[in-house]
């Protein structure tokens, strides 16, 4: 097997993992400094979206997500979360844009480095992956799943030396 059909093998094998972190982004969805002052219409509307996501109603929850990110542009969390829903969607690049407009906004959670990772690894782009699992790792060194997956993506790009090493935070 060369390496192009291992890499859309292994990418293709992570249908779970979007969902698998799921949870994580969820549990993130009101960051601190975004329920002030705010009309209940966008906590409704954000948890509304975050139901229909939870019951794979994504059309749905990326609309409310949308909402949201209309009345308030500076919301990492519904970036994050139709990040989510794109990932779930197999949208990667609309995916990759929420997911970076998040981090931009929220750079200290690591679920938004690890789905942005998730979501160059289901595009067989394991290269540019590295560098959000170095991150989530940084931010979370206990975490497995950003750990293997960096390990993975190393492993797949050829840097069979750099796989298992601990990396220091930048």
Known sequence: MNRLERQQGLAAGF?????????????????????????????ETFEAAQQALQAGRFVAAEAGFREVLRLDPRSAAAYANL???????????????????????????????L???LAYIRQSQFQQAIPHFRRALELTPQQDQA??????SQYMVGDCAGVGKRHSPL
């Open 15 to 43: 249908t779970l993992l979007p969902g698998a972190f799921l949870t994580v982004i969820l549990c993130a969805a009101l960051l601190p400094g975004q329920q002030s002052a705010r009309p209940t219409n966008i906590k």
């Open 83 to 113: 990040g989510v829903v794109y990932l779930r969607m197999e949208r990667f690049p609309a995916a990759i844009k929420a997911l970076d407009q998040a981090a931009q906004l929220a750079p200290q959670v690591a679920g938004i480095q």
């Open 115 to 117: 789905n942005l990772g």
């Open 147 to 152: 750990r293997y997956l960096l390990g993975l």
